[in-house]
C-alpha cells in the first residue's frame, strides 16, 4: 500500500496533471487516491471529466514498475543498475563512433520545468549534443514565433485568465476549449451573455455552439480571414489610430497588403461572407472589453507564424494589447507547454527563454553550469527534422526520449515509426508501455505528477508548485533521478545534476536570471506560501507581473510590431486524386496521443476507437454510412475510423481525433510540411480522399 505524505491529514494540493489550464484539485486517501476540486482562479472548483478521473492512472495495473531491457527481441525487466550501466554503455559508444550529435534528446511539453531544465542540460553537457528538441514543438511554436516578432517576447497569456470575466467580446481563432478545457469556458460567460463570443473554426465544435457568430472558413484560410477583417476595421473607420501612433510600428506596410484583401475578396477564397466579416469587425471594435485569443486550429499550418501573426495585427489595429481588460493571448496545450519552452529543451534556446547562438546568454548559461561556454554545442534540428533524421547516414543513431509519445503524436506518423525502429539505440521513459516505448530497447519506469515535487507554468505565465502526495509504485524512478543516474556514468559529477527537484529549481533560477523568462526571484518557499508569482520574477521581493505590456512592449524602442503577411493557402490543396481536407483535433475524454486516457475505462469507455466526421453528403458519394468503417487516405498513408454524419460540418472536410495508435493514427494522414519560421508542421490540413473500408 502506498502512503500519502501530506500536511493536513490525508490530503495535499496539487494541480490536474493534463493540459495548460492546471486547474487546481486536492488529493485525499491512504489506500485509495480521490480527488476532489478546489478553488483555484483558473478552474474556480470545477474540473473536467479527464481531471475527475485522473487518479485512475496512478494504481492503474498498466503502469510500468521495473525498468525492461530488450533480450532476443522481448522486453524483459531488469534492475537500474543494469539498465542505467547498459544506456551508459551504448550512448558512450555511440558518441565514439558518431560523434556526439549521434544521440539525440526528445522531450516533452508535459514535463516539469525542472525536468525539462536538467534534460535541455544532460543534453549540452553530459552527450554534448545539439540534437535536442520537444514535442511543444508541435503545440506553441508559431505562437511563440509570432509573438516574439510582434510584442518582442512569448508568453501565452500576458493576463490572468481571470480577466477575461470582464470581456464584451472575445474572438477565439482555432480554439474549442469546451473540449480540450472545459473549465476555461466560465471565464467566457460575459462575453457569451452579450453576444460577443465569435469563434473561428471549419468545424461546429461545443465551443462553437455557444457562439454569437461562428466563421467556418475553409480549412487553411485563417490568414485571409484575418485580413478580410482587418480591412473592414480600417474601411468601416474602427482603426484605433491613436494607438496605432503610439504604440506600434509597421502599420502602412501592412496596409499595402491589407488593402488587396477586401471582404468580398476573402469570401470567395475563405466561404465567410463579408457581411460576417464586417459584423465582426463592429462588434469587436464597439466593444468595452475586447480579447483576441488563438489556438492550434490557426497555429498547426506550413505558414502557422504568419496565421497568428494575422490575427495579433488585427489586435493591435484595434488597440487591444498592453490595454487593461483588453488584449491578445494564446491558449496553449501541454501541461506546461509555457514552461517547457522556456528552460532549454528546445533545439535553439538556453534557460530563461534565451537563444543558444547569442553569446552573452552561452556565457552567463555556461558560467552556472560551470563548463566553459564554447563547449556547448549550437542550435540543433527541430522536431521534425530531427525526428525524420534519425537512423540515416548523418542523423542520431541512438536517441533518449521522456515525456512523449512521438510514434502517435509526430506528422507524418508511419515514416517517423520507422525512423524510430532504424535507430541502433533507442530509450524511453515513460509511466506505461505507450507505443513508442514499445519501439525501444530501454524502458524505464517513471513517475506521474502526484508521486513528486516540481513545477508547471500554465497558460497565463503563473509558475505553480505541485506536491508530492504518494510514493511511487514499485522501482519506479523520478525523471531527475534518471538523468542523474545517467550524468554520473557518463562521467559527471553528481552536484551537477541533482534528483532533488527543490535543488534543481534553485539552479534554474540562477540560470534563468536576466533573460525574458526570469524565475530567479520565484522559490519553493514563496510558491508553497501561496503567492501568484507570474514571470518575469526578477528578485525575491518581486510581486511577480500578472499583466505584461502595460507601460510598453518588450521591442527596444517599447513598440509593438506590425508585421505584414500574405495568404499563401495550404501547402497541400486538394486535387482530383485527394478531393478532400482532413484536420484533426482533440475530443473531450482524451488527451495528446492517449496513451494515458485509453487506459481510465471510465473515459475510453465513451470514446473507444478512432471515428471521422464528414458531412452525410459526402458520405453518401463514398457510399458511406454512420457507423461504417472507413478508409482515409492521403499520400503519406491510410488510417481507418468510424464514421460519424456531422450535418454541421463543411462538405469538403473530414476530422478525426489524434489519440489512437495503430491502424487508427491520424497522424498517419498528417502533412509534414515546415513553417519557415517555427518549424511547425501542417498538422490542420491535408489532401484526402475517403472510402467504404471491410468491417472486421
Known amino acids: 500500500m502506498r502512503q500519502v505524505t501530506t500536511e493536513n491529514q490525508n490530503t495535499k494540493d496539487t494541480h490536474c496533471p493534463y493540459c495548460a489550464l492546471q486547474c487546481g484539485m486536492t488529493l485525499s486517501g491512504t489506500e485509495r487516491v480521490e480527488v476532489s476540486p478546489r478553488r483555484f482562479p483558473v478552474n474556480e472548483g470545477g474540473l473536467c471529466q479527464k481531471g475527475w478521473t485522473s487518479a485512475a492512472l496512478l494504481d492503474s495495473p498498466a503502469r510500468l514498475t521495473t525498468p525492461l531491457v530488450r533480450v532476443d527481441g522481448q ?266 519552452r522556456e528552460h532549454g529543451q528546445k533545439a535553439d534556446q538556453l534557460p530563461g527563454y534565451r537563444k543558444l547562438d547569442d553569446p552573452a546568454a552561452r556565457e552567463h548559461v555556461a558560467a552556472v553550469w560551470g563548463v566553459p561556454a564554447d563547449s556547448l554545442p549550437g542550435p540543433g534540428r527541430s522536431a521534425y527534422e530531427l525526428l525524420d533524421a534519425l537512423g540515416t547516414e548523418t542523423g542520431p543513431k541512438a536517441m533518449l526520449v521522456f515525456g512523449s509519445n512521438i510514434a502517435v503524436s509526430a506528422p507524418s506518423s508511419g515514416n517517423i515509426t520507422e525512423k524510430l525502429s532504424a535507430l541502433d539505440f533507442l530509450v524511453v521513459a515513460d509511466l506505461v508501455l505507450s507505443e513508442t516505448a514499445a519501439l525501444a530497447d530501454v524502458v524505464l519506469p517513471v513517475t506521474q505528477w502526484a508521486e513528486e515535487d516540481g513545477t508547471m507554468t500554465n497558460l497565463e505565465g503563473r509558475v505553480l508548485l505541485r506536491r508530492k502526495a504518494i510514493d511511487p509504485p514499485g522501482e519506479v524512478r523520478t525523471d531527475l533521478a534518471v538523468l542523474a543516474g545517467l550524468a554520473t556514468r557518463l562521467g559527471q559529477p553528481a552536484h551537477a545534476f541533482p534528483a532533488d527537484a527543490e535543488s534543481v529549481f534553485t539552479e534554474l533560477r540562477a540560470a534563468s536570471a536576466g533573460g525574458i523568462a526570469d524565475y530567479s526571484g520565484v522559490s519553493y518557499e514563496r510558491l508553497r506560501a501561496g503567492e501568484a508569482l507570474y514571470w518575469p520574477v526578477p528578485g525575491a521581493d518581486h510581486p511577480g507581473t500578472p499583466r505584461m505590456f502595460l507601460d510598453g512592449f518588450a521591442h527596444p524602442d517599447g513598440r509593438a510590431r506590425f508585421v505584414p503577411v500574405e495568404h499563401t493557402g495550404p501547402a497541400e490543396p486538394p486535387d482530383p486524386e485527394f478531393p478532400l481536407q482532413a484536420t484533426t483535433g482533440r475530443v473531450l475524454q482524451h488527451y495528446q496521443s492517449g496513451a494515458q486516457t485509453r487506459l481510465v475505462a471510465e473515459l475510453n469507455q465513451v470514446v473507444p476507437e478512432a471515428y471521422v466526421e464528414l458531412h452525410p453528403d459526402t458520405a453518401a458519394r463514398a457510399g458511406l454510412a454512420d457507423g461504417d468503417l472507413a478508409e482515409i487516405t492521403s499520400r503519406r498513408g491510410s488510417a481507418t475510423a468510424r464514421v460519424r454524419c456531422v450535418p454541421s460540418i463543411r462538405p469538403d472536410l473530414v476530422f478525426l481525433p489524434f489519440h489512437f495508435p495503430g491502424e487508427q493514427r491520424a497522424n498517419l494522414l498528417t502533412n509534414p510540411a515546415l513553417d519557415p519560421t517555427s518549424r511547425m508542421p501542417e498538422f490542420k490540413v491535408c489532401a484526402v480522399r475517403i472510402s467504404a473500408k471491410e468491417d472486421g
Not at 467580446?169 to 472545459?182: Q, S
Request: charged content about 15%; hydrophobic content about 45%; overall charge positive.
Open 75 to 340: 522486453l524483459c525487466p531488469a534492475s537500474w543498475d543494469t539498465a542505467l550501466d547498459l544506456i551508459a554503455t551504448r550512448l558512450a559508444g555511440t558518441r565514439a563512433r558518431h560523434g556526439a550529435d549521434g544521440v539525440a534528446v526528445f522531450g516533452g511539453g508535459g514535463l516539469t520545468n525542472e525536468k525539462a531544465y536538467l534534460l535541455g542540460k544532460f543534453a549540452r553537457v553530459a552527450l554534448g549534443t545539439s540534437q535536442v528538441d520537444y514535442n511543444g514543438r508541435f503545440c506553441m511554436s508559431s505562437a511563440a514565433a509570432a509573438g516574439i516578432r510582434a510584442f518582442g517576447l512569448d508568453r501565452g497569456l500576458p493576463f490572468p485568465v481571470t480577466d477575461l470575466a470582464g470581456a464584451d467580446a472575445v474572438l477565439l481563432a482555432g480554439a474549442n476549449p469546451a473540449e480540450t478545457m472545459p473549465p476555461f469556458t466560465q471565464h467566457l460567460r460575459s462575453a457569451i451573455q452579450a453576444g460577443g463570443l465569435i469563434v473561428v473554426d471549419p468545424r461546429r465544435t461545443p465551443t462553437a455552439e455557444q457562439a454569437s457568430m461562428h466563421l467556418a472558413p475553409a480549412p487553411g484560410t485563417d490568414l485571409a480571414l484575418a485580413l478580410g477583417i482587418l480591412h473592414a476595421v480600417v474601411a468601416e473607420g474602427h482603426l484605433n489610430k491613436s494607438y496605432v501612433d503610439k504604440r506600434t510600428s509597421g502599420f502602412a506596410e501592412l496596409w499595402r497588403i491589407v488593402a488587396c484583401w477586401w471582404p468580398e475578396r476573402v469570401e470567395r477564397v475563405t466561404g465567410v461572407s463579408a457581411a460576417d466579416q464586417r459584423r465582426v469587425a463592429a462588434r469587436l471594435a464597439s466593444a468595452r472589453n475586447a480579447y483576441v485569443l488563438t489556438a492550434r486550429g490557426t497555429e498547426q499550418h506550413a505558414d502557422g507564424a504568419n496565421m497568428v501573426s494575422g490575427w495579433i495585427n488585427l489586435a493591435l489595429a484595434l488597440g487591444l494589447p498592453g490595454i487593461p481588460g483588453s488584449g491578445y493571448g494564446c491558449l496553449t496545450g501541454q501541461g506546461n507547454g509555457q514552461g517547457g
